[in-house]
């Protein structure tokens, strides 16, 4: 099976922070993709990436960037935190035949 | 702008009943279609892939496929407390840049009575 890990489960930043967010796959997917999840507004689209130091905006991609070095690894970086954005953040990775398998997701408190 | 729409519900049924979830596209270039089940608090899992027109069994479940009507639906037979979760219904085109995107629906919220 697939396996998508994220690196936290819960984190607590302070307004301002650079925030980083790990998201690693083991089944050599080209496609990886950051969503932030909130109540009423489901999932939405920020990042993704079809290669390696390939990456692409999103819906909501405003105040987030991306780096994608390595194949495995599509990580997530908030430059300066804001409460606004405390979300659910889930990463997925998808390959040609098959639907997204997510990570367990990463609830982010920002104080 | 690509867009799938479910009703948020709650969708409430007795245990052992059959609970429908419907879905309907606007992407009429859409290839491959899928449902999510989302425990609260947890991340989506897949529990079911359809392509083709028609129907596709898997256990309890059936997903069903319109494409000339833009529908997708997830049937559950005997419904059970466990399957008390939201439902994501999502799309994809499997065009342009190689992304393989999915467009998601807002989830219907399903909830089986004992």
């Known amino acids: 099976d697939v396996k998508v890990t994220q690196s936290s489960r819960y984190l607590v930043k302070r307004t301002g922070e650079k925030v980083f967010l790990e998201c690693v796959q083991d089944?050599?997917?080209?496609?990886m993709f950051w969503y932030r999840q909130d109540p009423g507004l489901g999932l939405r689209l920020i990042y993704f990436?079809?290669?390696?130091?390939?990456?692409e905006k999103g819906d909501i991609p405003e105040g987030y960037s991306v780096s994608r070095e390595k194949k495995e690894r599509f990580s997530l970086i908030l430059e300066s935190a804001s409460t606004n954005q405390t979300s659910m953040y889930l990463c997925a990775s998808r390959d040609r035949y098959y639907g997204y398998t997510f990570g367990s997701g990463t609830r982010l408190t920002v104080v | 702008q690509k867009e799938v729409e479910q009703n948020s519900g709650p969708l409430s049924v007795p245990e052992g009943a059959i609970a429908s979830l419907n879905c309907t596209y606007s992407?009429?270039?859409?290839?491959?279609f899928f449902w999510y089940r989302q425990y609260s608090g947890k991340s989506p899992e897949l529990i079911m892939f359809?392509?083709?027109?028609g129907d596709k069994e898997d256990g309890r479940f059936t997903a069903q496929l319109n494409k000339a009507s833009q529908y997708v639906s997830l049937l559950i037979r005997d419904s059970q407390p466990s399957d008390s979760a939201t439902y994501l219904c999502?799309?994809?085109?499997?065009?342009?840049?190689?992304?393989?995107?999915?467009?998601f629906g807002k989830g219907t919220k399903l909830s089986v009575i004992p």
């Open positions: 089944m050599d997917h080209e496609n």
């Open positions: 999502a799309v994809s085109s499997d065009s342009g840049a190689g992304s393989y995107q999915l467009t």
């Open positions: 992407d009429r270039g859409s290839q491959s």
């Open positions: 990436s079809y290669d390696v130091k390939m990456k």
């Open positions: 359809i392509y083709s027109n």
